[in-house]
């Protein structure tokens, strides 16, 4: 069959098309990104702007259209931070569905991260053992860690790399003060929740990141794809701290020339680089594994499971 799954998140409205069923990894039949950047476009109360609001319903418009164009067996539309947190969300989501005609399923932070680590796990395989997951969203950071398909602890925390831009990172370039307070911020949550969470938990085998954020910083690092496996090189640590000073002295309209970082990325990718950096050293982690899979696929295979009567309901609903 083939699937639709429209995603609609802080930095991109996502369309993703795939050929999949029951028992095959699903085949990517068409890819298309709409940049929003949501964060910028927040009120001093957390509200949504109309320009925003506009640039949201266009944008799923055309994926809808793109849909319809192509023609689908089924689709899935869902939201993710950006909407989630909005004070006007369910003004927006009405809005959407009125004027663009679908329903969008607002997936908790928590969704996020299970359904992201089911992807990571069948991307990896069972081999993989204790996995912990790293996923950084626009506006949300996911941490995961489980041996199974499914986390056994999952948590999301406000610091995305676009909402970790606004609220610390508004200078471009950024002076050191302001990285040093996101970097104390962030050092501060990880670690409560390293603390509560994830204290009791086995040491990892492996620690994957997923995200496009992360997976340009893997390609600025470490270097383009394998061109056989076009899997990209793990992300070090080490490479990452030193990368850092030199992110934090480029406004953002020159990152976003760097390999592997797109125009939607470059003005967060400092942010991005501060949080994840944070994140490794509170979890003592030197390497990490990159998933090229991850919440939208995620998406994919939950449905493709319900189908088989051995997974989960589809998270949304179809929408025509």
């Known amino acids: 069959m083939r699937l639709g799954v429209i995603d609609v998140g802080s930095n991109t409205v996502h369309l993703l098309v795939v050929d ?11 890819s298309q990104r709409s940049i929003l950047r949501l964060m910028r476009y927040l009120d001093a109360d957390g509200a949504i702007v109309e320009e925003g609001v506009q640039r949201i319903v266009s944008a799923v418009r055309e994926a809808v259209a793109m849909v319809a164009q192509i023609g689908v067996d089924d689709m899935i539309a869902t939201a993710t931070s950006a909407i989630r947190e909005a004070a006007n969300g369910e003004d927006v989501l009405a809005r959407i569905e009125r004027e663009a005609g679908v329903s969008l399923r607002v997936l908790s932070g928590e969704d996020e991260a299970r359904i992201t680590m089911l992807a990571v796990r069948r991307w990896l395989g069972w081999s993989a053992g204790e996995v912990l997951l790293f996923d950084i969203g626009g506006g949300s950071f996911e941490i995961a860690q489980g041996a199974d398909e499914y986390p056994d602890v999952q948590v999301s925390l406000p610091l995305g790399a676009g909402r970790s831009t606004i609220n610390f990172l508004v200078e471009d370039p950024p002076p050191r003060e302001a990285v040093s307070r996101l970097r104390a911020h962030a050092r501060a949550e990880f670690t409560r929740v390293r603390d509560e969470l994830f204290a009791d938990r086995p040491r990892p085998k492996r620690v994957v990141g997923t995200s496009k954020t992360i997976r340009s910083l893997a390609r600025l690092i470490g270097g383009p794809p394998d ?33 592997g970082v797109t125009p939607e990325r470059g003005y967060q990718l400092m942010a991005g680089a501060v949080v994840l950096r944070t994140a490794m050293k509170v979890f003592d982690v030197e390497t990490l594994t990159i998933s090229p ?13 319900a189908l088989d009567g051995r997974g989960a309901e589809p998270v949304s609903a179809s929408a025509g």
Do not use: C, K, N, Q
């Open 20 to 30: 999949a069923h029951p028992g095959a990894s699903p085949v990517p039949y068409h």
């Open 227 to 259: 061109p056989e496996t076009g899997d990209l090189a793990p992300l070090h640590y080490v490479g990452l701290r030193e990368w850092e000073p030199s992110l934090r002295e480029m406004p953002g309209s020159v990152r976003e020339y760097l390999p």
């Open 293 to 305: 899979w991850a919440l939208r696929e995620g998406i994919v295979l939950r449905y493709i499971d």
